[in-house]
């Protein structure tokens, strides 16, 4: 079975924050390298659409300061990426608001 990435829509139910520290060599992220603190995100979504309509899942959140973060709000609807791996098991990302 390959890995297989679908889009759903989503609703932010929740969202707990959390200041983190980046490795001493930095951290590559989607906006290139950053160093120091940045923010975790902790979000609760409830999937609007697909097969997993009305599930809340748990998704890790990070805001660099970069103008590919994507810093969401409760209420906020959000479009997701839900990644199936081989093992079947699901993971679901934050692609952008809705």
Do not use: C, H
């Not at 697909?50 to 959000?78: A, C, Q, R, S």
């Amino acid at each position: 079975m390959d890995s297989k990435i679908i889009q759903e829509k989503g609703e932010v139910k929740d969202v707990t924050s959390t200041l983190k520290e980046t490795s001493d060599a930095g951290d590559l992220t989607a906006g290139g390298m950053v160093e120091g603190m940045y923010e975790e995100q902790t979000v609760k979504v409830e999937i609007l659409s697909g097969e997993n309509e009305g599930e809340l899942v748990t998704i890790k959140n990070d805001i660099y300061g970069n103008p590919f973060d994507i810093e969401v709000k409760e209420g906020d609807d959000v479009f997701l990426y839900k990644q199936t791996s081989d093992s079947g098991a699901d993971s679901y990302f934050i692609r952008d608001y809705w």
